[in-house]
């Protein structure tokens, strides 16, 4: 499955933006479908995933309550919704789908699959 993420951009801080991840030459199904972010100078972190039909979602504890992941597995996308935007929010967001066991769910060891990333810029 190849992976397309797009939406990213530059906004204010407290504003919102939407990225989506698009599936290609495959579908989502049976994935677990994360999205990580990966600031200059750090190392990737995870943000937030979503499996099976997309009802059973985590987040990280930073973006809890201002981020909100869906999938639409009959359109093969996966969205994430980024309210309350704040500086350190500014990274390169990546989409990855995976099988991932539970040690691994939240790390990019348990993803096979990514897309190129989209920079995402949180400054006034």
């Known amino acids: 499955v190849q992976l397309q993420a797009s939406g990213g951009g530059l906004v204010q801080p407290g504003g919102s933006l939407r990225l989506s991840c698009a599936a290609s030459e495959g579908t989502f199904n049976g994935y677990v479908v994360a999205w990580f972010r990966q600031a200059p100078g750090k190392e990737r972190e995870f943000v937030a995933n979503a499996a099976g039909l997309g009802k059973r979602t985590y987040y990280a504890d930073s973006v809890k309550g201002r981020f909100t992941i869906s999938r639409d597995n009959a359109e093969n996308t996966v969205n994430l919704q980024m309210n309350n935007l704040k500086p350190e929010d500014t990274a390169i967001y990546y989409c990855?789908?995976?099988?991932?066991?539970?040690?691994?769910?939240?790390?990019?060891?348990?993803?096979?699959?990514w897309g190129k990333g989209t920079q995402v810029t949180v400054s006034s």
């Open positions: 990855g789908a995976g099988r991932p066991m539970l040690s691994t769910i939240s790390r990019p060891l348990g993803y096979s699959h």
